[in-house]
Protein backbone atom coordinates (compact mmCIF):
# COMPACT_ATOMS: atom_id res chain seq x y z
CA UNK A 1 0.00 0.00 0.00
CA UNK A 2 1.02 3.36 -0.98
CA UNK A 3 1.64 5.67 2.85
CA UNK A 4 0.87 9.09 3.19
CA UNK A 5 2.43 10.97 5.36
CA UNK A 6 2.21 14.44 6.16
CA UNK A 7 3.88 16.69 8.23
CA UNK A 8 3.67 18.52 10.64
CA UNK A 9 0.30 17.24 12.37
CA UNK A 10 -0.41 20.11 14.27
CA UNK A 11 0.38 23.34 12.66
CA UNK A 12 -0.04 26.79 14.83
CA UNK A 13 -0.07 30.08 12.95
CA UNK A 14 -1.25 33.28 13.58
CA UNK A 15 -3.86 35.27 11.06
CA UNK A 16 -3.14 36.52 7.87
CA UNK A 17 0.76 34.76 8.11
CA UNK A 18 1.09 31.95 5.73
CA UNK A 19 1.17 27.96 6.03
CA UNK A 20 2.29 24.99 4.67
CA UNK A 21 2.03 21.37 4.83
CA UNK A 22 4.19 18.94 3.57
CA UNK A 23 2.47 15.45 1.96
CA UNK A 24 4.88 12.37 1.30
CA UNK A 25 4.15 9.44 -0.29
CA UNK A 26 5.68 6.22 -0.05
CA UNK A 27 5.76 5.57 -4.10
CA UNK A 28 5.68 7.92 -7.17
CA UNK A 29 1.99 8.87 -7.37
CA UNK A 30 2.50 9.12 -11.32
CA UNK A 31 -0.26 7.33 -13.13
CA UNK A 32 0.30 5.51 -16.43
CA UNK A 33 -1.82 7.92 -18.21
CA UNK A 34 0.87 10.52 -16.74
CA UNK A 35 -1.52 12.53 -14.31
CA UNK A 36 -0.79 12.51 -10.86
CA UNK A 37 -3.61 11.54 -8.72
CA UNK A 38 -2.90 13.94 -5.65
CA UNK A 39 -5.39 15.47 -3.39
CA UNK A 40 -6.26 17.65 -0.74
CA UNK A 41 -9.55 18.28 1.86
CA UNK A 42 -10.35 20.22 4.71
CA UNK A 43 -12.54 19.34 6.70
CA UNK A 44 -13.87 21.86 9.39
CA UNK A 45 -15.17 20.97 13.14
CA UNK A 46 -17.89 19.56 12.67
CA UNK A 47 -18.07 19.06 9.12
CA UNK A 48 -17.86 16.73 6.12
CA UNK A 49 -14.57 16.68 4.24
CA UNK A 50 -14.23 18.70 1.34
CA UNK A 51 -12.30 18.74 -1.68
CA UNK A 52 -9.96 22.11 -2.27
CA UNK A 53 -6.95 20.72 -4.41
CA UNK A 54 -6.97 17.67 -6.96
CA UNK A 55 -4.57 16.72 -9.35
CA UNK A 56 -1.59 18.55 -6.99
CA UNK A 57 -2.52 21.90 -7.70
CA UNK A 58 -5.82 22.56 -9.26
CA UNK A 59 -8.14 24.42 -6.80
CA UNK A 60 -11.38 23.25 -6.53
CA UNK A 61 -14.70 25.47 -7.28
CA UNK A 62 -15.00 27.93 -4.45
CA UNK A 63 -12.02 27.54 -3.04
CA UNK A 64 -10.17 30.81 -2.31
CA UNK A 65 -6.99 31.49 -4.11
CA UNK A 66 -5.14 31.65 -1.13
CA UNK A 67 -4.91 28.05 -1.47
CA UNK A 68 -2.15 26.63 -3.54
CA UNK A 69 -1.02 23.23 -3.81
CA UNK A 70 2.32 21.65 -5.80
CA UNK A 71 4.82 19.28 -5.80
CA UNK A 72 5.49 16.31 -7.97
CA UNK A 73 6.50 12.48 -7.93
CA UNK A 74 6.26 11.58 -3.76
CA UNK A 75 6.79 14.98 -2.54
CA UNK A 76 3.78 17.27 -2.33
CA UNK A 77 2.50 21.03 -0.21
CA UNK A 78 -0.25 22.60 0.46
CA UNK A 79 0.25 26.22 1.13
CA UNK A 80 -2.10 28.97 2.64
CA UNK A 81 -0.94 32.17 1.54
CA UNK A 82 -2.44 33.97 4.18
CA UNK A 83 -4.71 32.58 6.80
CA UNK A 84 -7.85 33.31 7.74
CA UNK A 85 -9.83 32.70 10.86
CA UNK A 86 -12.14 30.38 8.66
CA UNK A 87 -9.15 27.95 7.51
CA UNK A 88 -9.32 26.35 10.89
CA UNK A 89 -9.70 23.04 10.26
CA UNK A 90 -7.78 19.51 9.25
CA UNK A 91 -6.08 18.85 6.01
CA UNK A 92 -5.37 15.67 4.55
CA UNK A 93 -3.71 14.60 1.23
CA UNK A 94 -4.83 11.70 -0.55
CA UNK A 95 -3.49 9.29 -3.11
CA UNK A 96 -5.81 7.93 -6.58
CA UNK A 97 -3.37 6.66 -8.63
CA UNK A 98 -2.94 3.11 -6.80
CA UNK A 99 -5.79 0.70 -4.87
CA UNK A 100 -6.10 0.74 -1.93
CA UNK A 101 -6.99 4.65 -1.79
CA UNK A 102 -4.83 6.37 1.14
CA UNK A 103 -4.87 9.22 2.82
CA UNK A 104 -2.69 10.94 5.39
CA UNK A 105 -2.62 11.07 9.00
CA UNK A 106 -4.44 14.77 8.60
CA UNK A 107 -2.67 17.55 10.12
CA UNK A 108 -4.59 20.20 12.62
CA UNK A 109 -4.59 23.61 11.76
CA UNK A 110 -5.42 26.20 14.63
CA UNK A 111 -5.24 30.27 15.24
CA UNK A 112 -1.84 31.24 17.35
CA UNK B 1 -25.26 18.13 -6.20
CA UNK B 2 -27.08 16.36 -2.83
CA UNK B 3 -26.04 12.98 -1.41
CA UNK B 4 -27.85 11.39 1.25
CA UNK B 5 -26.38 9.25 3.65
CA UNK B 6 -29.25 6.90 6.01
CA UNK B 7 -29.12 3.73 7.57
CA UNK B 8 -26.64 3.93 10.45
CA UNK B 9 -27.04 3.61 14.03
CA UNK B 10 -26.26 1.02 17.11
CA UNK B 11 -25.61 -2.92 16.25
CA UNK B 12 -23.88 -5.59 18.40
CA UNK B 13 -21.10 -6.94 17.08
CA UNK B 14 -21.57 -9.64 14.18
CA UNK B 15 -24.75 -7.92 13.47
CA UNK B 16 -25.36 -6.20 9.64
CA UNK B 17 -26.46 -2.55 8.85
CA UNK B 18 -27.11 -1.53 5.66
CA UNK B 19 -26.64 1.75 4.38
CA UNK B 20 -28.27 3.88 1.74
CA UNK B 21 -27.08 7.05 0.06
CA UNK B 22 -29.90 9.10 -1.66
CA UNK B 23 -28.29 11.30 -4.84
CA UNK B 24 -29.78 14.27 -6.71
CA UNK B 25 -29.19 17.12 -8.86
CA UNK B 26 -26.71 15.14 -11.66
CA UNK B 27 -26.98 12.11 -13.80
CA UNK B 28 -26.61 9.35 -10.87
CA UNK B 29 -25.16 6.54 -13.60
CA UNK B 30 -22.46 8.46 -15.46
CA UNK B 31 -20.64 8.41 -12.14
CA UNK B 32 -18.57 6.16 -9.65
CA UNK B 33 -19.29 6.45 -6.50
CA UNK B 34 -17.82 5.47 -3.24
CA UNK B 35 -17.58 5.43 0.77
CA UNK B 36 -15.11 6.54 3.21
CA UNK B 37 -15.33 6.34 6.48
CA UNK B 38 -13.76 8.07 9.87
CA UNK B 39 -13.51 6.93 13.66
CA UNK B 40 -14.31 8.64 16.25
CA UNK B 41 -12.02 11.29 16.28
CA UNK B 42 -9.86 9.98 13.46
CA UNK B 43 -9.20 10.12 10.82
CA UNK B 44 -10.38 9.00 7.09
CA UNK B 45 -10.13 6.16 5.67
CA UNK B 46 -11.38 4.43 1.95
CA UNK B 47 -13.41 1.86 2.42
CA UNK B 48 -15.36 0.86 -1.39
CA UNK B 49 -15.90 2.32 -4.46
CA UNK B 50 -17.86 1.29 -7.35
CA UNK B 51 -18.28 1.94 -10.93
CA UNK B 52 -20.88 3.79 -12.68
CA UNK B 53 -22.83 0.84 -14.65
CA UNK B 54 -22.05 -1.15 -11.35
CA UNK B 55 -20.38 -3.91 -12.79
CA UNK B 56 -16.77 -3.18 -11.08
CA UNK B 57 -16.29 -2.70 -7.39
CA UNK B 58 -13.31 -2.12 -5.14
CA UNK B 59 -12.54 -2.96 -1.52
CA UNK B 60 -10.32 -1.88 1.46
CA UNK B 61 -8.97 -5.25 2.91
CA UNK B 62 -10.07 -4.21 6.40
CA UNK B 63 -13.58 -5.00 4.60
CA UNK B 64 -13.19 -6.90 1.77
CA UNK B 65 -15.45 -10.69 2.21
CA UNK B 66 -17.77 -8.40 4.81
CA UNK B 67 -19.18 -5.26 3.07
CA UNK B 68 -20.51 -5.16 -0.13
CA UNK B 69 -21.26 -1.81 -1.98
CA UNK B 70 -24.30 -1.79 -4.83
CA UNK B 71 -26.05 0.55 -6.42
CA UNK B 72 -29.54 0.78 -8.11
CA UNK B 73 -29.04 3.46 -10.45
CA UNK B 74 -33.37 3.33 -11.29
CA UNK B 75 -33.71 4.56 -7.91
CA UNK B 76 -30.38 6.96 -7.88
CA UNK B 77 -29.27 5.27 -4.55
CA UNK B 78 -26.02 3.98 -3.46
CA UNK B 79 -26.03 1.14 -0.64
CA UNK B 80 -23.47 -0.34 1.59
CA UNK B 81 -23.88 -3.63 3.28
CA UNK B 82 -22.56 -4.21 6.18
CA UNK B 83 -21.70 -7.70 7.75
CA UNK B 84 -19.91 -9.41 10.46
CA UNK B 85 -19.71 -5.91 11.87
CA UNK B 86 -16.80 -5.55 14.45
CA UNK B 87 -15.97 -2.39 16.92
CA UNK B 88 -13.53 -1.63 14.90
CA UNK B 89 -16.05 -0.44 12.23
CA UNK B 90 -17.75 1.91 14.58
CA UNK B 91 -17.31 5.13 12.34
CA UNK B 92 -18.98 7.97 10.53
CA UNK B 93 -19.55 6.92 6.90
CA UNK B 94 -19.47 8.94 4.27
CA UNK B 95 -20.99 8.67 0.55
CA UNK B 96 -18.41 10.11 -1.88
CA UNK B 97 -19.08 10.93 -5.95
CA UNK B 98 -16.09 10.72 -8.28
CA UNK B 99 -15.45 12.36 -11.25
CA UNK B 100 -16.63 9.57 -14.20
CA UNK B 101 -17.97 6.42 -14.99
CA UNK B 102 -15.01 4.45 -14.35
CA UNK B 103 -12.50 7.54 -12.63
CA UNK B 104 -11.81 6.72 -8.94
CA UNK B 105 -10.07 8.27 -5.75
CA UNK B 106 -11.22 11.90 -6.63
CA UNK B 107 -14.07 11.79 -3.61
CA UNK B 108 -15.06 15.34 -5.34
CA UNK B 109 -18.41 15.59 -3.70
CA UNK B 110 -19.27 14.24 -0.10
CA UNK B 111 -23.00 13.57 1.78
CA UNK B 112 -23.12 14.71 5.63
CA UNK B 113 -22.39 10.91 6.58
CA UNK B 114 -24.02 8.73 8.46
CA UNK B 115 -23.07 7.22 11.86
CA UNK B 116 -21.74 3.26 12.62
CA UNK B 117 -21.19 1.87 16.16
CA UNK B 118 -20.67 -1.51 16.92
CA UNK B 119 -21.05 -2.38 20.64
CA UNK B 120 -22.43 -4.71 22.91
Known amino acids: DVVMTQSPLSLPVTLGQPASISCRSS???????????LHWFQQRPGQSPRRLIYKVSNRDSGVPDRFSGSGSGTDFTLKISRVEAEDVAVYYC?????????FGQGTRLEIK | VQLLESGGGLVQPGGSLRLSCAASGFSFSNYAMGWVRQAPGKGLEWVSD????????YYADSVKGRFTISRDNSKNTLYLQMNSLRVEDTAIYYC??????????????WGQGTLVTVSA
Open chain 2, 96 to 109: TREVASTAYGHFEC
Open chain 2, 50 to 57: ISGSGANT
Open chain 1, 94 to 102: MQGSQWPLT
Open chain 1, 27 to 37: QSLVYSDGNTY
